[in-house]
């Protein structure tokens, strides 16, 4: 039988393990040159962020390179391609040669990655398609509004927040 005590004893050992050795935390920092490097690189670029979480990056590449096994390779040419472009800034795309063919294929499966928040192309009234999760929360829609709105379908206020809503909400 399995102990309050001795659970918590246990998963205090596997968490104090998990972060003495590395390999098995999350927390691996990926080799330079690595393909989770270059598609963090290639991410903020494309997005004209300074800082994304390196966990949806390397979901967001898992994601797209078991959608496409293909993918790394067009990722090592898009970075070719937005180095040989001169590329350094998100605004510079619209209109550039690189927004053209496969590359542009590319930018759009990554930048649809960060913001929607999930890879693949969804088919109403399927239950299989090829889609697969990325993230919710962290999905970059949310963040030009989210000082006035927040994620759908986390509640505005407490538990049971719909049988009494705030006066505020009957008025909008």
């Known amino acids: ?27 691996v920092v990926p080799a330079a040159g690595s393909d989770s490097v270059l598609f963090y690189q290639t991410s903020l670029l ?18 797209l390179s078991e959608e496409d096994a293909q993918f790394p390779a067009q990722l090592q040419q898009l970075w070719a391609a937005l180095q040989a ?8 795309l619209n209109g550039h040669p690189v927004m053209q063919g496969s590359s542009g294929e590319t930018i ?43 994620i759908p379908t986390y509640s505005r206020g407490h538990t049971n927040y719909w049988t009494q809503p705030p006066a505020t909400i009957a008025n909008d």
């Open 1 to 27: 039988m399995l102990t309050r005590r001795s659970f918590l004893g246990s998963s205090a050992t596997l968490l104090g393990f998990a972060v003495l050795r590395p390999a098995f935390s999350w927390t």
């Open 46 to 63: 494309l997005t004209g962020r300074t800082r994304l979480s390196s966990l949806v990056a390397q979901r967001a590449l898992h994601c």
């Open 85 to 92: 472009g001169a590329v350094t800034h998100a605004d510079q």
């Open 108 to 150: 759009k499966k990554i930048i649809s990655a960060w913001y929607l928040g999930f890879t693949g192309t969804p088919i109403s009234l399927r239950a299989v398609d090829n889609t697969r999760f990325v993230t919710y929360t962290d999905a970059l829609m949310y963040a030009p509004t989210l000082d006035a709105t927040v």
